[in-house]
């Protein structure tokens, strides 16, 4: 009978004989992602058969035949290397780490969410930068010891897989997953029933969903899967893909996960014994709703004896809320029209929460702001009391991006902070580099503090091994453009040039994300003949392998793709310059430690991080990229090149061909030359000739290698980033927190009372007069001055303002910059709600010099002074 399809279809899973049975521990722990050893013992059971499964243990475990089980259980060697592994990971599940050491204080469990998580290619769960940041964080979070849990979605089809059609049109296709055959367990209940959530939606209607957990080392990650049987059709589509759908289906997976994934929480605690989160990070608008959620418990008669109000619960929540924002533009924050906000929470999904309360925390009530629409990013810092960009200069841009919640303030008092991205270093350094670094410094030296070390390898050793790493790239690039072509109609007999595309001696530029018209793919092709002249130099060739996806929707993103494409086809460069689909974690294991440069050309400042070039660095690659994201505060002249940017307002044309030429200019003066140049003969060790035609070491490149890696190594590494959470973010928000909760709340009462009351009276207050005694004729550096200050605060009392002066250098239209703040101090009271404040300024600098004086709200409760958005000025 053919052409029958089956009705339902399901994973079966292997019973692994018991001398072996830890492998299907093993298997299910995602720690063998990136733990070597685990990873080759599975390796090592059938290698063929390995490489078969795309390095899946689970998959490789459902595919090895039950009579090769059975002989490799009597191996005793096999059961020795199951039982040590298995041995091992208890000890790393268990053991004291860096987090156990901070002491008691510190928070028992932090809820992490993110629309997407990229942990391992085997759990397709992520589409580019936000996702794998997420998964670093998690596998990060477990090597430290830090409590995390981590809430998602869990997607049927995952991200889109990218081929190419004849006429290089992107196309996507959505193989549906079966959770059953994905390291993942169900939640259930003690009577093995599947734990279920549920999401009462408008006209009666009820969005059910299983939760799956993943094992991320000693991490729990809680995904929900609206596949439900009871669900209706639309209900159980809600998961469905990653980034798919608009409008309601959008905002049903938002909801899903915010207000479904506190909901969640609360179930695993229950199930497992395990402390609820006291701190909840959001990271990206996306899961915003979980803040609605925790307000919707505290003030539900049902839950808690004595309920909170609106702007009590509020408070409460946001004392132990972090929100992270990654889009420095406003075009990537998730809108919704205000009216399906409305509709969405009329009926029961909030019970007891005012409707009016929910479209407040969401409005774009500044100018600029469109007050149809419900801003996701917006909702996010008005829900959290602290509030991180993910780059320095990524900081800025979002003090400035939503400066508009804090009018009257400066850009610079705006209270956004940033933690910079970091990548985990044992998921992505090379097996190849921390093997070297094991063999010559001892255990993990790569995932330790001292990188330093690297300036012990000798210079022969360095570029034998860059060899190698560009070598398992040409191979791996060659492997997926045949592929790639044979999708796209190519004979066989077609193919026999790509066996020689590229070449492992000549010096390889990757360029590799997400395709966004931003990113600039295509700034490369700026000018045809001179970037062909670059791939065919005679002396110092480059080659260059790009990959990226661009969004489904995007069709500008897709033309870019299809222009780069249709270049490389070029009989004449297409061994030097190649696209590969379906860029993953997979792909980028080869990509970043087999190039020698990173490129990077967006336009400055709208990348927020940008952490590719990190993955490259710690594999001893050097970055070419535009001064943005990371590298705009990393960069030092020795570890890459800068390419410059067109001055602001320059049009766009001529923008992109101020900043192509200056990147030609680059490659052609400085990159290549270097590659190739500055020789001297090959030490011992050398791979020989290792430039088309002589023979030599490049001094001055292989000195940059061992500079990036000593000095970029632990700066962009993840497990300093998330110290920096905790340390920074986590720790405050979790006592902020405890203090929100003690006795039964009463700080918060007082602080959600105290603050109605400051936002009632804040229209009166007032500086009415500001003057200064002391100063000498001719002033000098040293010399001090009085400051007083006259302030109204109506009934408002001394103490719950904060009066400072802040004193810098005046600019030509009175503005004050580089500046100092000096508290003034209560005086006097003058009556009639006056009141006076002074204090000793003294001038530290020479040149122009003032200042200007400045009333804020004050209260322990408030971790900024400019939290409330609440400013008086002289």
Same mark, same amino acid.
């Given at each position: 009978?053919?052409?029958?399809? !089956? ?16 492998? !299907? ?40 035949? +039950?009579?090769?089980? $059975? ?164 209900? +159980? ?47 990206? *608008? ?23 109000? /609106? ?23 998730? +809108? ?35 007050? $149809? ?10 829900? !959290? ?65 001292? /990188? ?95 990959? *990226? ?7 500008? *993103? ?79 002249? $020795? ?43 090959? *030490? ?69 009372? /105290? ?72 005086? +006097? ?37 400019? $939290? ?7």
């Amino acid at each position: 009978m053919t052409g029958m399809k !089956a009705i339902r279809r399901f994973t079966v899973r292997t019973v692994v004989p018991g001398p072996i049975g830890a492998l !299907a521990r093993l298997a299910t722990n995602l720690r063998w992602s990136w733990h070597l050893p685990t990873s080759q013992l599975f390796e090592s059971l059938d290698p063929a058969l390995w490489d078969e499964v795309r390095h899946d243990p689970l998959a490789l475990l459902a595919a090895i035949s +039950r009579e090769k089980l $059975e002989a490799l259980a009597a191996d005793p060697d096999v059961v020795a290397r199951v039982a040590d592994a298995d041995r091992n990971l208890t000890a790393y599940l268990g053991e004291p780490r860096w987090y156990q050491s901070l002491g008691a204080d510190a928070p028992h469990t932090i809820a992490y969410f993110s629309p997407e998580f990229g942990i391992s290619e085997v759990l397709p769960q992520y589409s580019g930068g936000l996702g794998i940041l997420a998964g670093d964080h998690l596998k990060t979070a477990s090597d430290l010891g830090v409590p995390l849990i981590g809430v998602g979605l869990l997607y049927q089809a995952g991200y889109f897989k990218q081929s190419l059609s004849k006429d290089a049109w992107q196309q996507e296709t959505y193989p549906l997953l079966d959770p059953d055959a994905l390291p993942l367990t169900q939640l259930r209940e003690d009577d093995g029933t599947p734990v279920r959530i549920s999401l009462p939606l408008p006209g009666g209607r009820v969005l059910h969903a299983h939760i799956w957990r993943a094992d991320v080392g000693r991490v729990p990650l809680l995904l929900l899967d609206s596949n439900v049987a009871e669900n209706d059709a639309t209900a +159980r589509g809600v998961t469905d893909r990653l980034y798919g759908g608009g409008g309601d289906h959008r905002l049903s997976q938002e909801l899903l996960l915010g207000m479904g994934g506190v909901k969640a929480l609360r179930i695993h605690s229950r199930l497992t014994g395990t402390p609820e989160p006291e701190v909840f990070h959001t990271n990206e *608008g996306h899961a915003g709703f979980l803040g609605i959620e925790r307000i919707r418990e505290l003030m539900d008669p049902a839950l808690t004896p004595h309920p909170l109000s /609106w702007d009590e619960a509020l408070a409460a929540g946001r004392a132990s809320t972090v929100f992270t924002t990654h889009t420095p533009v406003p075009a990537g924050i998730d +809108r919704f029209p205000r009216s399906t906000i409305e509709h969405f929470f009329a009926g029961e999904l909030a019970p007891g929460v005012p409707v009016e309360k929910i479209l407040a925390l969401g409005a774009e009530n500044y100018d600029g702001g469109n007050p $149809e629409v419900f801003n996701m990013a917006v909702m996010g810092l008005r829900l !959290a009391q602290r509030a991180n960009g993910v780059a320095k200069l990524h900081g800025v841009v979002s003090r400035e991006m939503f400066s508009g919640l804090w009018p009257g303030f400066d850009h610079d008092d705006v209270p956004i902070t940033s933690v910079t991205n970091g990548v985990h270093v044992p998921t992505w350094v090379d097996p190849r580099l921390a093997q070297l670094a094991r063999e010559k410094f001892g255990a993990d030296v790569l995932d330790g503090p001292d /990188w330093s070390k690297v300036y012990d390898v000798s210079d022969g050793e360095v570029w034998e091994l860059r060899r190698r790493l560009r070598t398992a790239l040409v191979e791996d690039a060659r492997r997926r453009l045949r592929a790639s072509w044979k999708k796209r109609g190519a004979a066989d007999a077609q193919l026999a040039w790509t066996d020689s595309a590229l070449d492992p001696d000549v010096l390889t530029i990757g360029f590799a994300r997400r395709v966004p018209t931003y990113k600039r793919l295509t700034l490369m092709l700026r000018d045809p003949a001179r970037l062909k002249a670059l791939l065919l130099h005679p002396e110092h060739p480059i080659q260059l392998v790009i990959a *990226g996806k661009s969004h489904p929707a995007d069709d500008a *993103g897709k033309k870019m793709i299809q222009d780069l494409v249709q270049f490389t086809d070029d009989p004449e460069v297409r061994h030097r310059i190649v696209f590969l689909p379906n860029y993953d974690i997979a792909m980028a294991r080869t990509l970043f430690p087999g190039c020698d440069v990173w490129l990077n050309n967006p336009l400055r400042p709208l990348e927020a991080c940008g952490t590719s070039g990190m993955k490259a660095a710690i594999n001893g690659s050097l970055n070419l990229s535009v001064m943005d994201g990371w590298w705009d505060e990393l960069y030092d002249g $020795e570890n890459g090149w800068a390419i410059p940017t067109a001055n602001a307002g320059t049009g766009e044309a001529e923008r992109d061909d101020i900043e192509s030429a200056a990147l030609y200019e680059l490659l052609e003066t400085q990159v290549a030359p270097r590659f190739y140049g500055d020789l001297v003969s090959a *030490g011992a060790g050398a791979a020989g000739p290792s430039q088309p035609g002589r023979g030599g070491l490049p001094s001055h490149w292989i000195s940059m290698i061992k500079h990036t890696l000593a000095t970029l190594g632990p700066e962009v590494a993840a497990e300093r980033m998330v110290k920096e959470y905790v340390q920074r973010l986590y720790q405050p928000a979790a006592a902020a927190g405890r203090a929100a909760r003690a006795r039964d709340y009463a700080a918060t009462r007082d602080l959600a009372a /105290w603050i109605g009351n400051v936002r009632s009276e804040w229209c009166g207050v007032r500086i009415e007069h500001v003057e200064s005694h002391g100063l000498a004729d001719e002033p000098h550096i040293g010399q001090s001055l009085r400051v007083r200050a006259n302030v109204y605060l109506g009934t408002l009392r001394p103490g719950d303002v904060s009066v400072s002066v802040a004193y810098g250098r005046v600019g030509s239209s009175d503005e004050l910059s580089d500046t100092r703040s000096l508290e003034l101090l209560h005086a +006097r009271d003058l009556g009639d709600g006056r009141h006076q404040f002074e204090a000793e300024l003294v001038i530290d600098r020479s040149g122009s010099f003032g200042y200007g004086v400045q009333v804020l709200p004050c209260h322990a409760g408030l971790a900024s002074p400019a $939290e409330l958005g609440l400013i008086a000025t002289a």
